[in-house]
């Protein structure tokens, strides 16, 4: 079964700067598309940002112009650039994967890291 595992994750003052990796056991560009979702105290899970085949990128409107997703398909690891990082981004930030194999985008992701914390201070 596929693992993903993410690091990066810890404590920074507002306006510092994060980045989050997820090591994916399998090959990453198999995968449609894949997201950082991220679960806060008293919120639902919500998806941060997104890529998908062919490179697009979709980002949550608050974080936008702050995060960037990328991947290296030479390490089969999924990235998370966070800067101007505010204490609303505080959270578990989990990696999820589409089904290998799948043509679309199912946005259901069932293949899920264990997350990493993100805790910002102001």
């Known amino acids: 079964e596929m693992q993903l595992l993410e690091s990066g994750g810890g404590s920074v003052q507002a306006g510092g700067s994060l980045r989050l990796s997820c090591a994916v056991s399998?090959?990453?560009?198999?995968?449609?598309?894949m997201a950082w979702i991220r679960q806060a105290p008293r919120q639902g899970r919500i998806e941060i940002a997104r890529?998908?085949?062919?490179?697009?990128?979709a980002y949550a409107d608050s974080v936008k112009g702050r995060f960037t997703i990328s991947q290296d398909n030479t390490k089969n690891t999924l990235y998370l650039e966070m800067n101007d990082l505010k204490p609303e981004d505080t959270g578990t930030y989990y990696c999820?994967?589409?089904?290998?194999?799948?043509?679309?985008?199912?946005?259901?992701?069932?293949?899920r890291g264990q997350g990493t914390q993100v805790t910002i201070s102001s």
């Open positions: 890529i998908e085949s062919g490179g697009f990128t």
């Open positions: 999820a994967a589409e089904e290998p194999g799948r043509t679309y985008c199912s946005y259901n992701y069932p293949h």
């Open positions: 399998g090959l990453i560009n198999s995968m449609y598309c």
